[in-house]
């Protein structure tokens, strides 16, 4: 009986001493998880003379000896096949992304993942990412499945994991030392291409995210004195702002702020006051809403401190001013989670919504009952869908494709750039019109309310400058365009007479530098929130009120 089960596994298995397995699966990582890298280091170099040639074969047998080093430490007996399989099965994944959208991975990107939610996970898959799965994912491990390592004893293994992990550092180490000016340069003028060595570069971001996560055991204040001023309680009437966060809008595109195409027409003739000089504090969501919402400077942010800490929202509640926060995108990264909120993106609306998602126009949905049921002052933000890709033209109803053609694919590097532009300036035209929307309704509130809004977009987007797609660069080493994000004002006359605001002085500002460090200071200024985190020189408008207010709220503060 044992003997056809003998013959049986020595015809459908391999088998592998523990070193030439690891040797094997380095080779097979080098060779067909890095087409980006390889592509990325060549460009890089140039490959033109003897010397490049020579730093590029240096640069492969680095990747080969720390690819060796760091398979080595995963290959165990019991369980080092599964945690291989799925190392397979993410470098699969990741070898399209970097392919498909030139991105690079790195921690923030890590938990731009672990943070998305199913709808973003559909938008993004494509019949290429399936194949990649399948061939760079599928098939090695069902190869993987069929080789037997061979393992000696533990003391013999591990004599030899030692020897093998020396000599794969001692090979590093002379890499490294016998090019390093060559290295410096690479690394200095081109940092993202380290972070495409696949599948070293999300092994070492994973443990960066998992090592910087802290249990949060308890939320700390910030203040403990929220009130509104004496300015705000002078009011005749209670304030209403509207805080639109927007998605993947990059300020250049904005027809308002000079680009070619008419992108704004809306917005053009609505009485607002247009920042120009705005950026962003990361290149993804995760990190820009968390960080535009807390005191904290992009300087001194962090995820682990926003995040054990109140924001601004909790310091807006504490004032005593009602909030909504109410949400058409992947949630809010526990900003509003102290708050009243509420997800929109699967509203049955008919006219708003189809089968995949709900458009932008659905956050105005029922804002009169919403309004009724809040008396007082209330900060109402709506976070949208906005410009996100890579399917801009899934962003807008189909009777607004201004621009065409279009691209229909989420794979935009098979799209003509032309086409790409175009989907994604008619979702650009889209917010214009929600925007004014959302303008036009706030003025229907003018004889009750002194109305307000504020438009920021969370971060940019690359449109294939430069081989480039998408966002979540790392922010040292970003292009612009996922760094200069809109920001716009519009104040009723009713705001602006009770702030005692000039909103010529607001337009001479207009050009000047500002962040996402702006927002914190200037929606508690709006809603004439008095406390301690309260930095009147960060706030955009404070400059613009008058003297008689400035002195009564620095009296009082």
Known sequence: MNLPESSSRKKWSIELRSTHFVLAVSAIFLAFYNTRFFASLIAATHFLTGKEILFVANVTL???????LVISLFTLPRIGKPLLMLIFWIAAGAAYFMQTYGIVIHTLMIQNVVETDISEVRDLLSPSLLGYLLVLGLLPSLILSRIRIRFGSLKTETITKAKSIAAALLAVVALLGSMHSDYIALFRNHKNVRQMVNPLNFIYAGISYASSRNVVTAIKPIETDARIDAAGQLQSKPTLLILVIGETARADHFGINGYARDTTPNLAQQDIVNFTQVTSCG???AASVPCMFSNLDRSDYSDSKAKSQEGLLDVVKHAGVNLLWRDNNSGCKGTCDRVTHENVQHLQVPALCNARECFDEVLLQDMDAKLSASPGSLLLVLHQKGSHGPDYYHRYPQSM??????CQSNELQQCALGDVINAYDNSIRYTDYFLSQAIDWLKSKQDRYDTSLVYISDHGESLGENGMYLHGMPYMIAPETQKHVPMIF????????????????MKNLSANPYSHDNLFHTVLGMLNI???????KLDIIHPCRSRAVQQSLAHHA
């Open 62 to 68: 680095l990747v080969f000896a720390l690819t060796f």
């Open 283 to 285: 290149t993804e969501t």
């Open 401 to 406: 494709e201004h621009f065409k053609p279009v």
């Open 490 to 505: 519009w104040l009723s006359d009713n705001f602006k007479q009770d702030h005692a605001i000039d909103s010529g002085c």
């Open 530 to 536: 008095s406390s301690t985190v309260y930095d009147q």
